[in-house]
């Protein structure tokens, strides 16, 4: 990528876009914020976005469009079959991602129910770098289980290790051994591992763990949701791929996979998914759940015009100005927040910043959800609303037990182009202010708790009067300012 030096020296990522369509925010009084926490359950899934000043909740859907993805909309062409906006999106996923096959569906996790519907049985197990929330709910849901097979770098906060996202290839080959191939469907490999913070796959790991695939003859099904950021991952800290280009990354991942399968909620900036393949075998494998579940074969749930918006979007993941910016605001947070002091995952990795609630709320036990306490605590001082990647996020085992998650984080997601550098400066500065104050943020409990997927709709509340306390210095501290 072509590096950009200010004359002052200063190391600040600069926006290669400008805002043609913008967006009025409400920063509300923190009285207000407190209320809405109550209202919300303690959870930020459930703020209004009224009460929200800066949604770094996810970049799932919140992407900014470009104008020649708007533009594209207006040209949708509708009809149930045969549509030409289909042709274009089909042409696009074959451009840009080298399959020839494509299955539309309406979002990521359809395409992991339709993966799994077809070939997770009970007493599988598939194995992968490591889980994403919904891609586990549908294997189990199925009978099914899985193994995650990260190396125990992928575990280390502060670490400079370039691909913690890789699969562990000795203890994969291993856990192939003890269940048997026959019961494994596929290996789940996820590009920019989300729930460890974002951090990639090298190409030369995927390539090691397509030869256990093929030794095995187990199908290898990629993940693609966070493809473009794990190929600019690539291109910048893989040697062999130093003088490459996003295509070529793109191609060469997707080009190991037998079944890539992605939501464009993240992938293209626009809404919907697709599962796709160069196999017709494993095409007609799947191809007729979809009209079962999502819609027939040529919109898969999808509104036309979203599809239009997907494949410029897709073209787009190959242009690296757009798909660094991200990636570029994530670095620069991180590095000013590190230099602060306050525990983030190391090496910046992509999707957002993720911060360490394990060390920050160090005196809140994991029964009282550190990660879901800080993404409470942070929003009542600042509007900014982050997620909880911790154990409310994890699902409860066969027996009903909590099961606690390796790592208790707060995800503050960077969607591609749509913060600028004073408002990730304001994220920073209440962030080390609450980093100062940490020792007043306090627990939760679960007075609601769903019994699938519970972090989106669950309810908490805090165990003791702890937001108010935290109300009260923060207001001493800053006065009337909101
Ligand atoms: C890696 C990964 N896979 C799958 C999904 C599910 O996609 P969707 O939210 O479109 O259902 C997500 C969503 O965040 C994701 O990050």
Not at 142 to 154: H, P, Q, R, T, V
Not at 232 to 253: A, D, G, P, W, Y
Not at 385 to 397: A, F, P, W
Not at 446 to 469: A, C, T
Request: proline letters at 4%; charged letters at 25%.
């Amino acid at each position: 990528m072509q590096e950009i030096k200010f004359y002052s020296g200063e190391d600040i990522p600069l926006e290669l876009h400008k805002v043609r369509i913008v967006q009025k925010l409400h920063l509300v009084p923190i009285e207000r914020r407190l209320e809405a926490l109550k209202e919300g359950g303690f959870n930020t899934f459930r703020l209004s976005t009224l009460d929200v000043f800066l949604d770094m909740l996810t970049d799932s859907g919140t992407n900014a469009m470009s104008d020649n993805q708007l533009a594209a909309m207006m040209k949708a062409d509708d009809a149930y079959a045969g549509s030409q906006s289909f042709a274009r999106l089909q042409k696009a996923v074959e451009d840009v991602l080298g399959k020839k096959y494509l299955l539309p569906v309406h979002q990521g996790r359809a395409a992991e129910n339709i993966l799994s519907v077809a070939y997770v049985r009970k007493g599988s197990l598939v194995p992968m770098n490591y889980h994403f929330t919904t891609a586990m709910a549908h294997i189990t849901d199925k009978g099914g289980a899985i193994a995650e097979l990260l190396y125990d770098e992928a575990y280390v906060i502060n670490s400079d290790h370039p691909f913690k996202g890789n699969m562990n290839i000795e203890k994969l080959e291993e856990i192939i051994n003890y269940h048997g191939p026959k019961n494994i469907p596929f290996i789940r490999m996820e590009a920019s591992t989300n729930l460890i913070g974002g951090q990639p796959f090298s190409v030369q790991n995927l390539r090691d763990v397509r030869a256990i695939a093929d030794k095995y003859k187990i199908r290898l099904v990629l993940d693609g949701s966070l493809l473009g950021e794990n190929a600019f991952l690539v291109l910048q800290r893989e040697e062999e791929f130093k003088n490459s280009n996003m295509e070529t990354v793109i191609k060469t991942m997707t080009g190991l996979a037998d079944i890539c399968y992605f939501s464009a909620r993240k992938l293209s900036s626009s809404r919907g998914g697709g599962i796709c393949t160069d196999s017709i075998e494993i095409f007609r494998e799947l191809e007729a759940f979809i009209p079962l579940y999502e819609g027939f074969l040529t919109y898969g749930g999808m509104s036309i015009r979203e599809m239009e918006a997907m494949a410029v979007g897709l073209y787009e993941t190959l242009d690296e100005t757009i798909i660094s910016q991200s990636p570029t605001f994530i670095k620069y947070l991180v590095k000013q927040l590190d230099d602060k002091g306050i525990p983030v995952i190391k090496p910046a990795g992509v999707l957002g910043v993720h911060v360490d609630a394990m060390q920050i709320c160090a005196h809140i036990p994991q029964t009282q959800y550190p990660a879901g306490s800080l993404a409470a605590a942070l929003f009542l001082i600042s509007g900014i609303r982050g997620m909880e990647r911790g154990s409310i996020s994890n699902q409860r085992d066969e027996y009903g037990n909590e099961t606690y998650a390796d790592m208790e984080l707060v995800r503050l997601a960077v969607p591609r182009r749509v913060f600028t550098l004073s408002q990730i400066k304001y994220v920073e500065d209440r962030m080390t202010w609450l980093y100062e104050n940490r020792e007043l943020i306090g627990g939760l409990k679960f007075v609601y708790e769903p019994p699938v997927l519970r972090f989106f709709m669950g309810g908490l509340e805090p165990v003791s009067d702890w937001p108010e306390k935290l109300m009260a210095k923060f207001k001493e501290d800053f006065g009337e300012s909101l």
